[in-house]
Nanobody, 116 residues
């Protein structure tokens, strides 16, 4: 099993920035990729950003150019730098890990609220 712990959520005004962190523990050697999804009230969970062990990144269309994902394989950590936040970014953000088995593991989620 892989356990994921997120930190860094909170409230910010439009145009502001936040940085989310996620650390994996347990069978972290089995991780193929890590990343972030988010879910806003009444909406489906959507991909925010993903980074493979090899450093290949993917972003959801709505965050391209504003969010940056980075990772440290040795520390089993990923970070999500979120800039130019707007109200549409308000959601619960979930860290996830995709394993070599094909399974996904999820963190508990952290709330991000963008409001004036």
């Amino acid at each position: 099993q892989v356990q994921l712990a997120e930190t860094g959520g909170g409230s910010v005004q439009p145009g502001g920035s936040l940085r989310l962190s996620c650390v994996a523990s347990g069978f972290s050697f089995a991780i193929r990729a890590m990343g972030w999804y988010r879910q806003a009230p009444g909406k489906l969970r959507e991909l925010v950003a993903r980074i493979s062990r090899g450093g290949i990144t993917n972003y959801g269309d709505s965050v391209k150019g504003r969010f940056t994902i980075s990772g440290d394989n040795a520390k089993n950590m990923v970070w999500l730098q979120m800039n130019s936040l707007n109200a549409d970014d308000t959601a619960v953000y979930y860290c996830y890990a995709n394993l070599l088995t094909g399974d996904d593991c999820w963190g508990q989620g952290t709330q991000v609220t963008v409001s004036s």
